[in-house]
């Protein structure tokens, strides 16, 4: 298979529309701008929709269209930009709609700088809008794993009529990697059901809403997509496990982070430190059973992010607390070195 050197932001561009991505629409944000750019040289090129809305707001509600008319719809964005489509994600998961959201994290809050962060887990996993829902939330770990998960994400958006998120950071967006691009099938799923794409008096009409006045009906929407969700739970989850088979001490950590932990690990290993490795590339759902295989003989658990501690929830709910778990983490932009985690290691009982 054909192998293309591609920086990140690129990469998930090019992925999107070979997975069928017909329409984008975005707005310029640091780190993902090449993202949109790319967009814009190939979409119209390869049969689809590019436009540059006005705002992150207009990009958002722009997908909400689309995606009701049983197109692949697409948006990118960061950090900030993502808190502005924050509304528009609800409406596009209340009215059952698949779409995918690339979120190209920066470091925050507010403005903060545009250096990588891992600052919004809780948002994309948590409450990245209001009322009883959730995303789908794809972690990658390198440019390869960005094409993958944009493909899968466009599948499972349709599959379960949700939105998906790929949540990665300005590291892998802006790193350059050798990547293949797999054969795509997207024409996989029949929207004939429920698309709003014209009826010419062959059907009944097609109504996208989520506006429900009678709490009773709301209710019952409600409950009906969170059964959806325990399907999802427990059937599309997705971890790695590193030199998990007889660590005393496991880690956990996603995305680009996990690139520094994993060398982290082979160092301790180097030392005659059992370490091992957790990396969920699913954080909604998070891969509850994976984690429970990875540290069944360790000891305790050590996460680490590029944030104040995000994920270390997550982990303590999926093991049920069985297990001490400690944090290390850098936020602001600042990407932690495999020797600052090999120190933790040994500093929380790593070392023999």
Not at 157 to 171: E, H, Q, S, V
Request: proline share 5%; net charge neutral; hydrophobic share 40%.
């Amino acid at each position: 298979m054909e192998r293309n050197l591609m920086k990140g932001n690129e990469a998930l561009a090019e992925a999107a529309i070979r997975a069928g991505c017909k329409c984008f629409f975005g707005y310029p944000i640091t780190p993902q701008t090449e993202l949109a750019a790319y967009m814009a040289k190939r979409m119209n090129k390869a049969g689809g929709v590019f436009l540059q809305a006005e705002s992150e707001i207009a990009a958002v509600n722009m997908v909400l269209g689309a995606a009701s008319t049983g197109v692949r719809a697409m948006t990118s964005s960061s950090s900030p930009g993502i808190s502005l489509k924050a509304e528009g994600i609800s409406y596009i998961a209340g009215s059952d709609l698949p779409a995918v959201i690339i979120n190209v994290q920066r470091g925050g809050p507010g403005l903060g700088g545009i250096q990588p962060s891992q600052a919004d887990y809780w948002q994309a996993t948590k409450a990245v809008g209001h009322g009883d829902f959730h995303l789908l939330v794809f972690a990658p770990a390198s440019v390869q794993e960005m094409v993958d998960m944009v493909v899968k994400a466009f599948d499972s958006a349709d599959k379960y009529r949700m939105p998906a998120m790929i949540l990665a950071d300005g590291l892998l967006g802006q790193m350059m990697e050798p990547v293949s691009f797999p054969e795509i099938n997207a024409n996989a799923y029949d929207k004939s059901s429920w698309a709003a794409d014209g009826h010419k008096n062959k059907r009944e009409h097609h109504i996208i809403n989520s506006l429900y006045l009678q709490p009773d009906k709301l209710e019952k929407s409600v409950k009906e997509r969170f059964e959806r969700y325990e399907t999802i739970k427990a059937t599309e989850t997705d971890a790695e496990l590193y030199l998990t088979e007889d660590c005393d001490i496991l880690l956990c950590a996603y995305g680009a982070t996990a690139r520094v932990v994993k060398s982290a690990v082979n160092a301790a290993r180097a030392e005659g430190i059992k370490a091992g490795m957790f990396r969920p590339k699913t954080l909604w759902p998070f891969p509850v059973k994976e984690i429970n295989e990875a540290c069944k003989t360790a000891s305790r658990i050590l996460d680490v992010e590029m944030s104040m501690g995000q994920m270390i929830d997550d982990i303590k709910l999926a093991i049920n607390c069985s297990k001490p778990v400690d944090f290390y983490g850098r936020t602001g932009g600042v990407i932690p070195t495999p020797a600052e985690i090999l120190e933790e290691i040994k500093k929380v009982g790593g070392a023999k």
